[in-house]
Nanobody, 121 residues
Framework: VQLQASGGGLVQAGGSLKLSCTAS????????MGWYRQAPGKQREMVAV???????NYVDNVKGRFTLSRDNAKRTVYLQMNSVKPEDTAVYYC????????????????WGQGTQVTVSS
């Protein structure tokens, strides 16, 4: 299983950015998929995740600004980031909890490569 992330970059405060993450491989079911981030000197934190039933969870400081969506056919999640702030600057990591076709009853955590998001003030 691989997670391929894209869409990071430099954006001005108040602007928008969209991240994408696509899962590939011998996937039986994607139970949870979303994004974490890690700012310099800080611990990695959950930003937004979507469960199998479509329910989503967001960290408080992005609610109303970020929206997580998915395309099941493409095994892709999108993080639309609006009204970004300098404090959103971080490396963003795609994350998924997946059961593979080889181990259909076992859920494993997978991480994509990080993508840098930098918000200038």
């Amino acid at each position: 299983v691989q997670l391929q992330a894209s869409g990071g970059g430099l954006v001005q405060a108040g602007g928008s950015l969209k991240l994408s993450c696509t899962a590939s491989g011998s996937i039986f079911v994607i139970n949870v998929m979303g994004w974490y981030r890690q700012a310099p000197g800080k611990q990695r934190e959950m930003v937004a995740v979507m469960n199998l039933d479509g329910s989503t969870n967001y960290v408080d400081n992005v609610k109303g600004r970020f929206t997580l969506s998915r395309d099941n056919a493409k095994r892709t999640v999108y993080l639309q980031m609006n009204s970004v702030k300098p404090e959103d600057t971080a490396v963003y990591y795609c994350n998924a909890i997946i059961a593979t076709t080889q181990e259909m009853t076992v859920n494993r955590v997978y991480w994509g490569q990080g993508t840098q998001v930098t918000v200038s003030s």
